[in-house]
C-alpha cells in the first residue's frame, strides 16, 4: 500500500531519475558510434532485426504487469501506455510493432527476413530477463522495469539512433517510430513517474523499484554490447 510521506518519495524519484540519465545504457558505444552515421545496408539490417524483437514484446510487459498492480488508478495510467503502444482508436497499422515494420521494409526487408532472424544470446536474455521482471516478481519491481529502465531511457537512446539513421537518408514517414517515441515516452515517463510516486515512501520499496531499474537498465547495456559485437565487429568491412 502507498506510504504516508510524499517529500520522502518526491526526493527519492529524483535521486532516481538522474541516476537513469547517466546511467551507461543511455550513452553506450553503440549508441555513440551508430550516431555518426556512414552505416552499410547489412549493418542496417543487422541492428533492425535484432531490436525489433524487444519492440514486438513490449506490450506482454506491461499486460503482464498492470495484473498485480493493486490501485485501479495506477492500472488505469498503465492501460493509457497501452493503448499508445496499440495506438487505439486507430487502426492496426499504426501500433508501434507496425510503424517498425514500416522502417524495415523502408531499409529492404519483408516479413520473411524479420521472422526468421535469429535472436543474439543478449537478446533473448533481455527479453527474457524483462518477462520475469514484470510477471513474476513483485510489481514495483516490474514498476522499475518499465518506468526508469524503459521509458524514463528511451528518449535519450532513440535520439541517437534517429541521428545515425539520418545519416544514412532514412526519411522522415520510416523513422516515425523513433521519433514518436522520442516525444511520447516523455508522457508515458510521466504516467509512469506518478505510479511510482504512489509507492516510493518506504525503503523497502526504494529497494524494489531500484532492484527493477537496475535490472533493466543492465540488460539494457548488455543488449547494446552484443549489437556492438554483431555490427561493428562482425560486420566490419575484411
Not at 539490417?45 to 498492480?69: C, D, M, N, P
Not at 524494489?208 to 560486420?235: K, M
Request: net charge negative; glycine share 6%; proline share 5%.
Amino acid at each position: 500500500m502507498p506510504g504516508t510521506d510524499p517529500t520522502r518519495a518526491e526526493l527519492f524519484l529524483q535521486r532516481l531519475e538522474a541516476e537513469v540519465r547517466s546511467h551507461p545504457a543511455l550513452h553506450h558505444p553503440f549508441l555513440r558510434r551508430f550516431a555518426e552515421g556512414g552505416l552499410r545496408r547489412i549493418q542496417l539490417w543487422a541492428f533492425g532485426l535484432q531490436h525489433y524483437q524487444l519492440v514486438r514484446v513490449f506490450t506482454t510487459y506491461l499486460e503482464a504487469l498492470v495484473k498485480s498492480i493493486p490501485e485501479q488508478e495506477v492500472r488505469d495510467w498503465i492501460h493509457m501506455v497501452l493503448e499508445d503502444e496499440y495506438a487505439r482508436p486507430q487502426t492496426y497499422d499504426c501500433s508501434h510493432p507496425a510503424l517498425y515494420r514500416r522502417f524495415l521494409r523502408a531499409l529492404g526487408l519483408s516479413e520473411e527476413d524479420w521472422d526468421r532472424v535469429e535472436a543474439l544470446p543478449e537478446t533473448r536474455a533481455f527479453i527474457n530477463h524483462h518477462i520475469e521482471l514484470t510477471s513474476l516478481r513483485h510489481y514495483l519491481v516490474g514498476l522499475g522495469a518499465v518506468g526508469p529502465g524503459h521509458e524514463w531511457a528511451i528518449p535519450t537512446m532513440f535520439a541517437y539512433l534517429v541521428e545515425g539513421l539520418r545519416k544514412v537518408g532514412v526519411e522522415d514517414k520510416p523513422l516515425e517510430y523513433f521519433t514518436l517515441h522520442v516525444a511520447q515516452d516523455l508522457e508515458h515517463g510521466r504516467l509512469l513517474r506518478m505510479a511510482l510516486a504512489r509507492y516510493a515512501e518506504t525503503p523497502e520499496n526504494h529497494e524494489r523499484i531500484l532492484e527493477g531499474a537496475h535490472a533493466s537498465l543492465g540488460a539494457r547495456a548488455r543488449f547494446w554490447d552484443g549489437l556492438y559485437r554483431a555490427v561493428f565487429e562482425d560486420l566490419a568491412p575484411s
